[in-house]
């Protein structure tokens, strides 16, 4: 079997515009805005067993495959334990074992079943969201597989997609991508205060470009139906100059609707102390996001039915930034104090104070 083939398919879907979008899709856009996690979350919006396999495709997951179906009632059935073990927590049995894995979505979504299992399921879906990222790193350990072996297979995965918005004709004026070179990898590392490699997120770094500001959220928001699952942005790793979540809502004004059902309330943004990055511009603006990448190893694992292995997970995670920006703020950026050959000069003059410890001032230039 090709390995290739066991990649799951992903549906093409229609672009999105902004006034089609509802509640469900705000709550998903929010998540990237602001660098939130659905374990905040109070309920799912699915509506439909397919757009549940859709999502599932997106995290590389194919239920219609024993193996895949097999892993993911594993990694249920770990949840369910740790609950009830844990909390003596009572997981209704229907939900402990569903006759399908999309019927926990759709339980958590309030679609099906009796209000009672939104709750119990939407508490099972959280604990599983961060088991399946505990096995996905544990696999990663194991493998033996390189930096540059995940970031070619991040590569093409995140240019196909980009090649596919390139034939729909969309509102992209750039679509490209970057990895650190090892010296840039090291500078950051000392301008950092933390440094540890793995604190560096943007080895793999991919920049998008819209033709205006406008297209900047149904962009966005295909990236979560065709590229990765919108759970799956790293929290706390956003930094959003660009497109305040109040803001969105003013220049929308048909999300005032959903403004009382929000997980969070509208203000929750403005209470928080997000830092800046301190070697950009005062006036810079961008949008920077961190996605935890899922991938399926295949190529590095036995073929399913010849897989031995106690725990059978395929599917690792690899950190990927992504920077999204219209054409005129990416001109913008470009002038004055926020040109990126004053950012580096800045970030060089920090790891070298840092290197001598007070004992050598860098040179004026």
Avoid at 78 to 89: N, Q
Avoid at 195 to 213: C, G, H, L, M, P
Wanted: glycine content about 4%.
């Amino acid at each position: 079997m090709k390995v290739a083939s066991l990649v799951p398919q992903i549906p093409d879907l229609p672009v999105r515009t902004v006034a089609e979008m509802g509640l469900r899709e705000l709550e998903r856009l929010r998540l990237i805005l602001r660098g939130g996690s659905v374990i905040d979350w109070r309920r799912m919006h699915f509506q439909s067993r397919d757009e549940v396999d859709h999502f599932l495709r997106l995290c590389q997951i194919d239920t219609s495959r024993p193996y895949d179906e097999a892993w993911a009632r594993t990694v249920l059935g770990d949840a369910v334990e740790y609950l009830r073990k844990t909390f003596d927590y009572r997981v209704a049995e229907v939900v402990a074992q569903p006759e399908e894995i999309h019927d926990l979505f759709l339980f958590a979504s309030g679609v099906k079943g009796p209000p009672k299992y939104r709750r119990i399921a939407c508490i099972v879906l959280k604990v599983m969201h961060v088991i399946q990222h505990i096995e996905g790193r544990d696999l990663l350990f194991r493998l033996a597989v390189s930096e540059a072996d995940l970031a070619n297979l991040v590569m093409s995965k995140v240019l196909g997609v980009a090649q596919d918005i390139k034939a729909k004709g969309l509102p992209v004026v750039e679509f490209a991508h970057s990895i650190k070179t090892r010296d840039s990898l090291v500078t950051k590392l000392i301008a950092k205060k933390e440094t540890v490699a793995a604190q560096v997120y943007d080895r793999t770094r991919f920049r998008i470009i819209t033709k205006s500001r406008e297209d900047i959220l149904p962009i966005l928001y295909l990236l979560i139906q065709r590229l990765f699952p919108f759970n799956f942005v790293v929290p706390g790793q956003t930094d959003n100059s660009l497109m305040p979540f109040k803001t969105v809502l003013a220049e929308n004004p048909h999300f005032e609707h959903f403004a009382a059902q929000l997980h969070l309330d509208r203000d929750y943004e403005a209470r928080e102390d997000p830092a800046a990055n301190q070697f950009s511009g005062n006036t810079y603006r961008a949008l920077n996001f961190v996605v935890d990448m899922p991938l399926r190893m295949d190529g590095f694992l036995p073929a399913p039915e010849e897989d031995n292995r106690p725990r059978k997970g395929r599917i690792v995670f690899t950190l990927v930034e992504f920077q999204i920006v219209d054409e005129e703020t990416s001109l913008l950026n470009e002038e004055g104090d926020n040109a990126h050959k004053l950012y580096k000069r800045r970030q060089k003059r920090r790891v070298l104070r840092r290197l001598a410890r007070g004992l050598v001032v860098p040179k004026r230039k």
